[in-house]
Every structure is written in C-alpha cells, then in structure tokens.
C-alpha cells in the first residue's frame, strides 16, 4: 500500500503563489506517473498536471504558463509550484499517484484545500 501525503495548501491572494508537495511512501515499486487534480464544489475532478518517469509534462490549459509541476525521484515526491494565483483555482487539490509493475495502481491523497481570495 502506498501512501500519500500531501501539504502546502492554504489561503492565498489573488495573484499569489503556493508549492504544492505530495511525498509517496510505502510498497513502492515504480512509481509512473504523479499528478495533481482539483475539484472545486459542484464541479468535476479535473487534472490539473502531471508527469511522468521520464518527466513528460502535461497541464490543463488553464494553468498553462502558470503552473508548474515536477517530481523528486530519490523523495517520491511530486510538487506544484502555483504562481499568479485566481480565485477560480480555488479547489481541493489531490495528489494522484500511478503505481506499475506488471499492471497499474493508482493511490490518491486525501486532498488539500487551497483558497485564493482577497
């Protein structure tokens, strides 16, 4: 079972910055892919980024330009560096983790709240 443990969330203003960090821990493996997702209340879990062993990238077009994700192989640790903050990436942020050996897993965190207001 892995483990994931996710902090760096918490109120911001607009235009702010916040680092998300999610470490994995546990029966590793691999670990292939590691992400962020959000959900904000009475919307859809969206992918947020994430990236992959190698370190191919992938966001949603919303944070483009403004976020920017990245992960410690030796720490099986995912970050989310979040800059130029709105109010509408105000949401629950879940770390996701993808675990493969000869099929995948896939662990979530159990979230953490971040908050962009004035």
């Known amino acids: 079972q892995v483990q994931l443990v996710e902090s760096g969330g918490g109120l911001v203003q607009p235009g702010g910055s916040l680092r998300l960090s999610c470490a994995a821990s546990?029966?590793?493996?691999?670990?292939?892919?590691m992400g962020w997702y959000r959900q904000a209340p009475g919307k859809e879990r969206e992918l947020v980024a994430d990236i992959t062993s190698g370190g191919n990238t992938n966001y949603v077009d919303s944070v483009k330009g403004r976020f920017t994700i990245s992960r410690d192989n030796v720490k099986n640790t995912v970050y989310l560096q979040m800059n130029s903050l709105k109010p509408e990436d105000t949401a629950v942020y879940y770390c996701?983790?993808?675990?493969?050996?000869?099929?995948?897993?896939?662990?979530w965190g159990k979230g953490t709240l971040v908050t962009v207001s004035s």
């Open positions: 546990g029966s590793i493996y691999r670990i292939h892919t």
């Open positions: 996701k983790v993808v675990q493969t050996s000869d099929f995948a897993i896939t662990y």
